[in-house]
T-cell receptor, first 113, second 113 residues
């Protein structure tokens, strides 16, 4: 069966450190992968998209890697801040580029001052 | 505010009642999505419109659920004969043709008593 796995346990890190979140998937061949941020009681907010032919993407303090052989994406937040505390969701396009995405369960990040 | 809006933000209803939610996407977006999210889970795809055409509907969506987008602008999601298991956050998102990120609304939280 098709699965998207994110660490269901919360990740607690110290302010200023790099947070690394993992998204693993099975039985998909996604055209691209996205990362979203979600705060409690609010809709997800798009952060980054990485395509299947890209290895790495950066945006300010964020970096995403995509290994289609390992079927894994890593999401890094450098110099983390308490304001980065949220749930982070990965989402895979499973429609061959027609924008139907399937979301993982999300990882809750807590940055401790 | 030119983002995605949803109405109502909260709805409490008794089991067996019908409810209808509305979503107003970003005006130039031709794609509109409905998702359902329960606590600790990622958004779960329900249905998808391109303009006024409903292109896909999740098998998880029972025949008690119906969605429309009559003029290719706003959309409504109706749940008939609500059940306690329908209690969730219902999220709407929209996107344009030229990019893949989805813009989410704030969601409608449904509680079925």
């Amino acid at each position: 069966s098709q699965k998207i796995e994110q660490n269901s346990e919360a990740l607690n890190i110290q302010e200023g450190k790099t947070a690394t979140l993992t998204c693993n998937y099975t039985n998909y061949s996604p055209a691209y992968l996205q990362w979203y941020r979600q705060d409690p009681g609010r809709g997800p907010v798009f952060l980054l998209l990485i395509r299947e032919n890209e290895k790495e993407k950066r945006k300010e303090r964020l970096k995403v890697t995509f290994d289609t052989t390992l079927k894994q994406s890593l999401f890094h937040i450098t110099a983390s801040q308490p304001a980065d505390s949220a749930t982070y969701l990965c989402a895979l396009d499973i429609s061959g580029g027609y924008q139907k995405v399937t979301f993982g369960t999300g990882t809750k990040l807590q940055v401790i001052p | 505010d030119t983002g995605v809006s949803q109405d109502p933000r909260h709805k409490i209803t008794k089991r067996g009642q019908n409810v209808t939610f509305r979503c107003d996407p970003i005006s130039e977006h031709n794609r509109l999505y409905w998702y359902r999210q329960t606590l600790g889970q990622g958004p779960e795809f329900l249905t998808y419109f391109q303009n006024e055409a409903q292109l896909e509907k999740s098998r998880l969506l029972s025949d008690r659920f119906s969605a429309e987008r009559p003029k290719g602008s706003f959309s409504t999601l109706e749940i008939q004969r609500t059940e306690q298991g329908d209690s969730a956050m219902y999220l709407c998102a929209s996107s344009g043709t030229d990019y893949n990120e989805q813009f989410f609304g704030p969601g409608t939280r449904l509680t079925v008593l």
